[in-house]
């Protein structure tokens, strides 16, 4: 794995589940753009499912719709897990984005 998803055995960044909406563009399907779910979410990156596979190390632009508005994320795909109807995406952000992102998204997002 990365290291920025894992350091010696364990996570750098805690992960939150989470539930919001997403908005995403893979250069493998040009300016079409993709709808799917944010499941869980890191300072380091997320876990998303979308009705298509977009293909490891792709960069993908992605806007979060949460209830503070629209959050704008850039990234890449680190793994990829087709499941039933949808493919689950692995994305490590550009920049990580600290201890307190995910929590703070995390608890806006279940108020």
């Keep these: 794995m ?3 998803f ?3 055995g364990h996570r750098r960044f805690s992960r939150f589940p989470v539930t919001v909406l997403a908005l995403g563009r893979a250069p493998q399907f040009g300016e079409t ?3 799917g779910t944010v499941r ?3 300072g380091g990156g997320l876990m998303a499912e979308f009705p298509v596979h ?3 190390e792709s960069r993908v632009r ?3 719709h949460t209830r503070r508005g629209p959050l ?3 990234g890449h795909v680190v793994w990829a897990d087709p499941s039933g109807n949808a493919t689950r995406h692995g994305i490590a952000f550009e920049q990580p984005k600290g201890h307190d992102f995910a929590m703070e998204l995390f608890i806006s997002e279940t108020r």
Excluded: G
């Design 2 to 4: 990365r290291e920025d």
């Design 6 to 8: 894992q350091t010696v």
């Design 33 to 35: 753009e993709l709808l």
């Design 40 to 42: 869980n979410i890191s």
């Design 54 to 56: 977009i293909v490891p």
């Design 62 to 64: 992605l806007v979060l």
């Design 72 to 74: 704008p994320l850039k």
